[in-house]
């Protein structure tokens, strides 16, 4: 376990020192970061002389390093636009993101796996039916038209919901959260859901399809003909069987969710990191664009190693302890 | 008083191309503390008997004429709720496949435990002591600690133990056991069926034991139901049953299985299948492979020479070499195989027989030690410099089912080989050779252009027969290759392969379990355990004469089943 824990870091640090090295290049080779910075009357001399106050002329690997070292540190130097250290507007934005995709997450594992799980046991009932049909349309329209057609009912037509941006904010420290009043909840529901309906489908077929896989094996027909009754057998037995491989799936699409927040974000007008990101893409601004890089990484591998480790919870199997096993 | 009466059934599985009847008018009955074994082969209908009586028949099966009485009581007729009440608190079940039947996420108790309570109602204390005392039952030691394990802690017959005691936990009368010990080694497997004999004895709780197996049934019977196409075709004790078996079907069942005791020219084969088919005639030498004869030199004296073969496999990795685990599937094994000769290789699974294969036909790549075939070292050479040799040696694999392409067809099957080697100039003179050596096996020509699907087990054995003759090859080397098969089909398949040896002059590496077939196949045989090669003799010798303590013990374990084939015979 510990031997397992420690090769997946340093696959995890691996991972994150290539994310860095792209991020760098887009830095280094991305138009001339000088240009960016200084105005179009700065003399060549001047623009010399800053090039070397900033070690830009400095070796390749001595100028990594120093980005690695700055960035594991949470310093991805200073917007170009907002003329603000980076580090203070992802603070600033994150909570708003995180916030989103908490409430998409659980919407889409609260929802998805009870009706995954429901379509595997009534097989052929008319609500799994509907529920399967439904989920198709879940699965194959764009996220922005869900979100638009949302707006258009619920914003434009009832006045029901707010149509963008996050209503009012209570700030908690440094963290800013929509969820202690009215109008940040009200704000949240619309981009929750068009965030969560992909997912929400997505692990819904999963579960079913793992489920009916689960269903079918020996240990569940051998339980049946013991005489345990169903809701043990579909809950106790199959369930956590089928949870194994769920698990990584629901994990990736996690990251999946913070990641690709930036459409729901834009239609909504929501003030996340994504909404940022589109931003800073239109203007060219590196500086967020790498630390946004470098850390929808490091989610994805901090993710990863919660789900490895989950794999331990679960699976008895991979708690290897050869010395217990015997005749 | 009868336990269990079951009266004129019939099951229908219906289709899009009308119904499957898969059993019909049985009768059968059993008594308390009575162990009734139905046999029959294959798709007999044997496994749907038992899940029709705990009413878990697959959809869209159903029973559709007669009756099943439990202790009185009608019980197919029952909804689900009550045939719950039923199942494991009066009918207790037991299945095949010990690796799969148990949950493997849950412990062994939590198994227990609930079982116990969902049926008997009773405290959770209770249900732990109770748990226990089936656990020490079963024979399973330190029960106490044990029961705490999870099933990937058990090994294959301890699981089946703990199956047998999770099938024992509601306290059946009758107990329902499919094909309990087939997917075990031959020493567990007489462990496993004393158990039940015990347990069924002790507890007075009747029995219904389905298997394929005649030599199971022997030795734990004590009546036994023939099955044949969906229908019992003959019924007595065991005693009668196999000595003075009335019935055609059940005469030539019992013939077909090896005699353990004597060495028989050819297996019997079940005449009254009505697709048992053996080549007519002998082979033609002058049409096989276009009346080409092979292109290699004469055989050596030796063909085959194994010096100090090791095989290691890593069992757990670790960047400490300290912290790693490696299992020696293959220790310091030497051995000697002459031309012309068919060599036995038998043993208990795990014990390396399969690992030895795998190294001779380059499958693995040994730790250390040589292998020399023709009087050339092969473990070292490159994958061009082998391919001559590899094109003299072929294997013929356990499965049938996974060792062909189900995507090609039987042509291009056999035909795939003949290419890879560059054996024939045109595609046309391969399907010549394809069609030859489809005659050979005795499948025929029209074969060639269906799918491996379209065959039965013992048919696909076939086609890998033919596909490993393809390249002309003087050792084959069949790993298990008739397990997986019924003992008429086994019969068939094993006299092809003998005829085949003595027409086209192959040595032969016969890799079993089975130390009957063993016997009738074999010239000299080795006894492997743990990786180690015990004993090598001459076969007569090693079944009259055992010298090694390990072979005694495997002869002592072999099913004596020597019935009506055996007098028949004589």
């Not at chain 2, 030497?334 to 290789?345: A, D, N």
């Not at chain 2, 039987?410 to 399907?431: M, T």
């Amino acid at each position: 376990m510990i031997s397992f824990l420690i090769k997946r870091l340093l696959q995890s640090i691996l991972v994150m020192l290539t994310v860095a090295l792209i991020a760098f290049a887009l830095f280094r080779y991305v138009g001339d970061p000088i240009n960016n910075m200084v105005g179009q009357d700065t003399t060549l001399e001047e623009r010399a002389d800053l090039r070397e106050r900033l070690g830009l002329d400095d070796p390749f690997f001595v100028q990594f390093g120093r980005f690695v070292v700055n960035a594991a540190q949470g310093e991805f130097g200073i917007s170009y636009q907002h003329r603000r250290p980076v580090s203070e507007l992802i603070a600033e934005r994150a909570p708003a993101t995180l916030e989103l995709s908490l409430l998409s997450a659980i919407l889409a594992i609260a929802i998805g796996i009870p009706m995954g799980v429901y379509t595997a046991i009534h097989r052929d009932g008319w609500l799994s039916r509907a529920f399967m049909s439904l989920s198709l349309i879940g699965i194959s329209l764009p996220t922005f038209l869900i979100g638009i057609l949302l707006i258009l009912l619920f914003g434009v037509i009832l006045r029901w919901l707010p149509t963008f941006g996050r209503g009012e904010v209570v700030q908690l420290g440094w963290w800013s959260t929509g969820f202690l009043t009215w109008s940040g909840i009200k704000a949240l529901i619309m981009p929750a859901i068009t965030l969560a309906l992909f997912q929400m489908t997505l692990i819904m077929r999963l579960v079913r399809a793992e489920m009916l896989e689960v269903l079918r094996t020996d240990f569940v027909k051998f339980g049946r003909a013991r005489g345990l009754p169903d809701r043990y057998i579909h809950f106790k037995t199959a369930l956590k069987n089928t949870m194994v491989p769920v698990i990584t799936i629901i994990g990736l699409q996690l990251g999946a969710i913070i990641a690709f927040a930036i459409i729901t974000e834009t239609v909504f007008q929501w003030p996340g990191m994504g909404l940022m990101f589109i931003q800073a893409v239109r203007e060219v601004d590196i500086p967020i664009m790498a630390a946004y890089l470098v850390m929808i990484a490091l989610i994805f591998v901090i993710i990863n190693l919660i789900v490895d480790m989950l794999y331990y919870v679960v699976d008895p199997r991979l708690r290897v302890d050869r010395a217990a096993t015997g005749h | 008083m009868t336990l269990l009466t079951i009266k004129g059934m019939r099951v229908e599985f219906p289709s899009r191309r009308g119904h499957v009847t898969a059993v019909q008018d049985l009768t059968l009955d059993v008594a308390p503390g009575e162990i009734l074994g139905v046999v029959g082969e294959s798709g007999a209908g044997k496994s749907t008997i038992g899940n029709a009586i705990i009413g878990l028949l697959e959809p869209p099966g159903e029973m559709t004429a007669g009756e099943i009485t439990l202790q009185g009581d009608r019980i197919d007729t029952l909804d689900e709720v009550k045939m719950r009440a039923v199942r494991g608190a009066r009918i207790g079940m037991i299945f095949q496949d010990p690796l799969t039947s148990l949950d493997p996420l849950q412990t062994v108790e939590t198994q227990l435990i609930d079982t116990i309570r969902e049926n008997l109602g009773v405290s959770e204390r209770e249900g732990n002591e109770r748990a226990v005392a089936l656990l020490d039952a079963v024979g399973i030691p330190d029960p106490a600690i044990r029961i705490k394990q999870y099933p990937h802690q058990f090994s294959g017959g301890m699981r089946q133990r703990v199956v047998i005691a999770l099938a024992l936990c509601g306290e059946p009368d009758l107990i329902i056991a499919d094909e309990p010990t087939t997917a075990l080694d031959v020493s567990v497997q007489a462990q496993i069926l004393d158990l039940m004999k015990g347990l069924c004895r002790d507890r007075n709780v009747g029995m219904i034991l389905i298997t394929h197996d005649m030599g199971v049934i022997a030795e734990t019977a004590d009546r036994v139901a023939v099955m044949y196409r969906g229908r019992v075709v003959e019924t007595g004790t065991t005693e009668q049953i196999i000595n003075h078996p009335t019935h055609e079907y059940t005469q030539s069942l019992i013939s077909a299985v090896p005699p353990p005791g004597r060495r028989l020219a050819r297996f019997p084969l079940v005449t009254y299948i009505e697709d048992a088919q053996e080549r007519p005639e002998g082979l033609n030498l002058e049409t096989h492979w276009l009346g080409q004869s092979r292109d290699y030199g004469a055989a050596s004296d030796i063909l085959l020479e194994i010096e100090n073969l090791h095989m290691r496999f890593v069992t757990r990795g670790s960047i400490f070499p300290s912290k790693r685990l490696f299992l020696d599937a293959v220790k310091d094994v030497s051995l000697s195989i002459k031309s012309g000769e068919v060599f036995g290789l038998v043993g208990e699974s795990g014990s390396g027989k399969s690992t030895i294969a795998r190294m001779i036909t380059g499958i693995y790549k040994p730790t250390s030690g040589s292998i020399r075939f023709a009087g050339q070292e092969i473990t070292g050479l490159t994958r061009k410099d082998a391919a001559p040799l590899r094109r003299q040696m072929q294997m013929i694999f356990q499965d049938p089912f996974s060792s062909l392409n189900s995507r090609m067809r039987v042509k291009d099957i056999i035909a795939e080989p003949i290419h890879f080697h560059g054996l024939a100039s045109s595609n046309a003179e391969a399907q010549k050779i394809v069609n030859d050596l489809l005659d050979v096996v005795g499948l025929g020509a029209q074969a060639a252009v269906k799918f491996p699907h379209e065959f039965s087990g013992g048919q696909r054995q076939r086609i890998s027969i033919a596909r490993a003759l393809a390249t002309r090859p003087r050792f084959l080397v069949c790993d298990e290759p008739t397990s997986a098969l019924d003992v008429s089909i086994q019969a068939q398949v094993l006299n092809l392969l003998k005829d085949l040896q003595s027409e086209l002059d192959l040595t032969m590496m016969f890799i079993s379990h089975d130390l009957p077939v063993i016997r009738q196949m074999c010239d000299r045989v080795g006894v492997m355990r743990h990786g180690q090669l015990l004993e090598v003799s001459e076969t007569e010798s090693l079944f009259t004469n055992p010298q090694h303590e390990y072979t005694k013990h495997l002869l002592d374990l072999m099913p004596k089943f020597t019935g009506f084939g055996a007098q028949a015979a004589e």
